[in-house]
């Protein structure tokens, strides 16, 4: 059972529901229920429409969290809306995820009383993004929770990347880079370097590559980019906005000459196909990572197929072995970290 | 008179004398004499050919500082070569500033060593980067050199930046952005949120917009942003990475098939056209501020016409109020930051 904000996001029942048709229909999904959090009768006539009866549950609420409400208001109020309920299913151990394409900072707040945090370094969930390289998707994060991370934090979000990638885009042993401004061993701040080491003395059998740098990330050098939340949102900001620059570039040149136009006119299918590809944000479905349970965030101005593929993301997540491997991970590291150092073995000679 | 590293940079002389030749060409350059560095006798040929022996002199040397020597070991070593002399014509009131192509680690360690830092809270000369936007360049700094930055570095930074907009974009009242991971005031790291409030109470005269995100930056939505060198260079690279991503995604497009071949055919002109705005890092020739003198890095890799650019900013510089504005702001930032609060006066009532 998969539990989804009805509400959530821009467009509401037409979209959430319309992303549980698009899911099934992309992905087959088999045997995958769905619990829909919301306004009866909209979410209802969506689910009649689209022919989804068999699949989906609906659990009625009025109550619905604004896109623009603060964290904290969210949490003191925001108990019994379709966020709130979607989110207490998976509490509850009867969804094995939740999707939302609402209110983000109230998403994580909400999330984090509910859920609480397993990776206990972490103050916030991590948001990660898949980001589209010229070599597969790397999974970047964290993009904008944690805007000041320590090594043990930015290890952390190591752990959780590596799980991620494998368990949603498919990967074998994912390679692992830690964002910083070279490549050498003695480049950056201290938070970076420290967080190396441990991951260069490697005792989660992690594919630790090393230091990567902005550049790399649309490269796809690595799989997992690992950044604190304030360089990650910037990054991944930037990016968008140079993409939009370009996008908004190339169509002032492809209007700036009658030739120009032609040529467009018959570039225009290949144009479009790009255009998919150009957008770092163009792969929906965030997962909030560092909870006991799976929450994911679907963008507030998705379409049906978008929130689609943020249910997959869920589905995806909660049928791998992501939660026990992170786990386990997390483990070892607090071992690491804060255990005292093993008693030297007395040898007799 | 403005001092070059002859030798700096992948091509040398072809490329150093090139960019005079360039740099006149466009710009005019009336009444500027040249002072080339290097090997004597490649020097020479090439201010032959271009016919510039009347604007340029040469000092020789044979010494040159490798692209992969590290700074510690350039500061040792360095003396007497052609990046070396090139600065210290600048401290000995010879030349109004220099430009080199060269090892960018060891011009910051030299600069810094004969001209000493003017900006005394910066560890190192900051490194601007000239981006083009939707709405003309914006200046973005530090992009590299000082990797933790407190409230007062990220104040010198908006003070330099400013003054540097104004002289070598032509701006009156530069806008001012600080980068951030939201516009709200409570957002992002101590750091930031302190030197927004000194940028708010405002000393300076300075037009201080707010808090930008990293899609301001290519909207052009600031003339100026602020950052640490962390971020900055990270942003910066992330956004060359995508715009190179989004010209192979690009560039296989349009060779996907015949009709679209025919497309690209059609609107190469207009696309070329485009080509050379969409790097964020096509605008040669990045000054070090808070150096007391004026010192210009040109990429590396620059060709004639981009490195007579870098040696546009650098007259440009030398000739505008730059000095004089930074050193006045730098004065009044540090009187706001390190004075004893002045005595209330006393009213009669």
Redesign the interface.
Known sequence: MISLDGMGGDHGPPVTVGGVREYLKQHGGEGIRFLLHGDEAALAAEVKKAGLGDVCEIRATDKVIAMDEKPAQAMRRGKGSSMWNAIEAVKDGEAAGAVSGGNTGALMAISKLLLRMSATGLERPAIVASW???NGITAVLDV?AN??SDAEQLVDFAIMGEAFHAAVHGSTNPSIGI?N?GSEDMK??EEVREAAAILRDNPFGLNYHGFV???????GTVDVVV?D???G??????????????S???R???T??L??K??????????K??RA??D?GSINGGPLLGLNGIVVKSHGGADARGFGNAIRVTVDLARSDYTAKVGANLKRLDAVLHSAPPEPVETVS
Chains 1, 2 share one sequence.
């Not at 949102?233 to 370009?246: D, H, P, S, V, Y």
């Not at 032609?262 to 144009?271: E, F, K, Q, S």
């Open positions: 589209p390289t010229l904008g805007i000041t964002l401004v950056g701040h740098e902005g550049d790399d990330i649309a490269k950044t939340g304030f360089t949102n910037i990054a991944l900001k930037t990016a968008e906005g140079t993409a939009r620059f370009i908004q570039i190339m002032d040149a492809l700036s000459s030739q120009a032609a040529g467009a006119l018959l570039a225009l299918p290949a144009l196909q790009m590809r150009i770092p």
